[in-house]
């Protein structure tokens, strides 16, 4: 058993990463695990560009996050053979992606939180231990003892014990294994009052994941072989689609109306005249330029064949089943897996392109760019975790701009970050469409984070007490980034002063201590007047 540490932290996505580092820029010895070959999670092994708001060049995202952000336009500037025009702008997209401000290749971010994490791993502060997963916890009473991890190759496994440990994974794996009280799916509205949740309560109704790929667009024919059960997926057609899923026609998130999005590779457009604000435009009618990670006009002149684009559209979205609380959950990640490889297929083959043919055979599949084997992102995207059952649940009414108007987000006595996105649920496990509720800047309430037994064992990403329909606010990079953060700073002033995290968010005065600290650390706790941006 290892037991030198003051914290482990499961799970080396952007929660985790931001957990490890509050704790050890506080001086703490952290141990960090992470299941597959990089950190970062969603943006990185998972290949997914930062959804973020409109305001984040600005305001609204903590300390840290900004300069992980910063990091990598640094990275591409010190790096990268931008054109002097991309080499000086401020704002600097590298994909010019019409979903981000910062469309970006998911190696930089790799490089640059193992910057950001390199001094604490030279002093020793820091154990990082990769590929590895939980797989057991030991508790006693209402504090878990320990978390047992497996090597996901050789299956060699190591108990780790700390007085403080983070469920940072993906999906809440250390909830069921230390008997943490949790939700899945769809809340009832007897339980919540949410006004788009349903009369009965479905615990298996989540949302699709999904496993992105990267391709580029060159000279040549780069056809993957036919996928087995692509004849499948070809005709696969939900009620609800409006055409098969392996079509340019689907729903629209926001209105639901059928919407025809054009598919155009490599066009001839200025990078820094790509606007990418989605208060304005979702940015999907244009599927290349969509989540586009590189824009070849961004560098010099050869030095990219092709833009590349990151492929995370409709069509790919799994929902035949959820991958939670089943007992065949590999078997539908790798049909997951099976469907994008059967959408580049029909990409390649038969796709209608814009001359009157079909089919685009020069896009190149690029498993380079994704770090993997096969091709496709390493990991799945995971929209909806466990969540645990929380001292606050966050609710859609907290932040339904259709029920708060004017009167702006619910304010929380106990908050520790903020967050903006609208609520994003994408077709689930259930047979629901889309659902897009618009949502009012938001703060974050601590007693979200604070299991309602459990004493030292924290959420430290989506797993928060959220709903299943704010979770579709909640589970984007900044806000699990800022959820991590405090995650990490919590269990390190539990630590300082010898007490609970139900007594900080319980007692006033603690509170406000750990408030100020947060505040120090410049985590943003209040929205400033956003009206007139």
């Known amino acids: 058993m290892q037991d030198h540490t003051d914290a482990v932290v499961v799970g080396g996505g952007l929660g985790g990463v ?10 703490r010895r952290v141990v960090l695990t992470e299941e597959f070959d990089w950190l970062g999670g969603q943006l990185t092994s998972q290949a997914v560009p930062p959804d973020e708001h409109s305001w984040v060049e600005r305001f609204g995202v903590t300390a840290s996050y900004r300069a992980l952000r ?7 500037r ?71 991890v497996e090597h996901r190759d050789t299956g060699d496994r190591i108990e780790l014990a700390a007085p403080y440990i983070l469920d940072a994974t993906e999906t809440g794996e250390l909830l069921p294994l230390s008997g943490t009280e949790y939700v899945t799916g769809f809340e009832s509205t007897l339980d919540t009052g949410e006004p788009s949740a349903p009369e009965v309560a479905q615990p298996a109704n989540m949302q699709a994941m999904s496993v992105c790929f990267a391709v580029d667009h060159v000279d040549g024919d780069h056809t993957i072989d036919k996928p087995a059960r692509y004849g499948f997926w070809r005709e696969y057609q939900p009620e609800f689609w409006g055409d098969r ?12 109306a059928i919407a025809e999005r054009t598919f155009t590779p490599n066009p001839d457009d200025d990078p820094l005249s790509v606007l990418s604000d989605q208060r304005l435009s979702a940015g999907d009618s244009n599927l290349w330029t969509f989540r586009r990670i590189a824009a070849r006009r961004n560098f010099v002149d050869g030095a990219y064949d092709s833009d590349i684009c990151l492929v995370n559209w409709p069509m790919i979205d799994y929902f035949e089943s959820p991958v ?38 020069g896009l190149r599949l690029r498993g380079d760019v994704t770090g993997s084997a096969d091709g496709l ?44 996105y609208r609520i994003d649920l994408h077709p689930s496990t259930g047979g629901d469409n889309y659902l897009d509720v618009a949502s009012c800047p938001f703060e ?31 589970r ?16 390190d002033f539990c630590l300082a002063h010898r007490v609970t995290p139900r007594a900080v968010r319980n007692t006033p005065g603690l509170l406000a201590q750990f408030q100020h600290r947060l505040d120090r650390d410049g985590v943003e706790l209040r929205w400033p007047d956003v009206s007139g941006y």
């Not at 931001?18 to 506080?26: G, I, P, S, V």
């Not at 910063?70 to 990275?75: K, L, S, T, W």
């Not at 939670?324 to 580049?344: G, M």
């Open 18 to 27: 931001a957990a490890a580092l509050a704790l050890l820029r506080a001086g």
């Open 444 to 474: 974050i309430p601590l007693g979200a984070l604070i299991p309602q037994r459990v004493e030292n064992l924290l959420p430290a990403g989506k797993n928060i007490g959220t709903t299943h329909i704010t979770n579709g606010s909640h």
């Open 245 to 256: 899923m392996l079509s340019f026609r689907s729903p629209d998130p926001r209105t639901l």
């Open 377 to 420: 992102a390493q990991a799945p995207y995971i929209r909806e975790s466990r969540r645990i059952r929380a001292e606050y649940t966050i609710v859609e009414q907290d932040l339904s701009l259709a029920v708060r108007g004017d009167k702006g987000a619910v304010r929380h006595e106990d908050a520790v970050g903020v967050g903006m």
């Open 70 to 76: 910063d990091g990598i336009r640094d990275y591409y």
């Open 476 to 491: 984007l990079h900044p806000v699990e980034w800022n959820v991590g953060e405090v995650a990490g700073a919590l269990a």
């Open 324 to 361: 939670i609380d089943v007992p065949d959950a590999d078997t539908h990640i790798a049909a997951a897996r099976e469907l994008s490889r059967s959408v580049l297929y029909w990409l390649q083959t038969e796709a209608p392109r814009a001359d009157g043919g079909t089919g685009f055979p």
């Open 78 to 148: 010190r790096h990268y053979p931008l054109t002097p025009r991309a080499r000086a702008w401020r704002e600097l997209n590298p994909g010019a992606g019409n979903v981000s401000r910062l469309c970006h290749e998911p190696r930089v971010a790799v490089a640059v939180i193992d910057e950001m994490l390199a001094p604490y791993r030279g002093s020793g502060r820091l154990t990082v231990l990769q590929p590895y997963r939980p797989v057991a916890a030991r508790t006693d009473g209402d504090r878990v003892v320990s978390v047992t």
